[in-house]
């Protein structure tokens, strides 16, 4: 069995950056994806980010984000990164990391919480 474990949220002022974290443990082997997905007070989750294991792929990208985060992946470490710059009150939310393993099994993580302020 896989399991997320997602750090680095917290607060920030607005225009300010973090860097969440989420790295897989377990049977991590032929890994298909991870990403990012966030929800809001009365929102329904939304689509951040999204890296794939293999191959050179560009990662895709939720419209409300693009051009202010980043996501990455350190294949050695089944970890992946969300950079976020920018932050508005606008992405005040609990980020909940997603992996996608073989079998088409998913995994969701327990999520961190991004408040920005304004």
């Known amino acids: 069995q896989v399991q997320l474990v997602e750090s680095g949220g917290g607060l920030v002022q607005a225009g300010g950056s973090l860097r969440l974290v989420c790295a897989a443990s377990?049977?991590?082997?032929?890994?298909?994806?991870m990403g990012w997905y966030r929800q809001a007070p009365g929102k329904e989750r939304e689509f951040v980010a999204q890296?794939?294991?293999?191959?050179?792929?560009?990662?895709d990208y939720g419209d409300s984000v693009k051009g202010r985060f980043t996501i990455s992946r350190e294949l050695r470490r089944s970890t992946i990164y969300l950079q976020m710059n920018n932050l508005g009150p606008e992405d005040t939310a609990l980020y909940y990391c997603?992996?996608?393993?073989?079998?088409?099994?998913?995994?969701w993580g327990q999520g961190t919480q991004v408040t920005v302020s304004s």
């Open positions: 890296i794939r294991w293999a191959g050179n792929n560009p990662p």
């Open positions: 377990g049977r991590t082997s032929g890994t298909y994806a």
């Open positions: 997603k992996g996608t393993f073989p079998g088409g099994v998913t995994i």
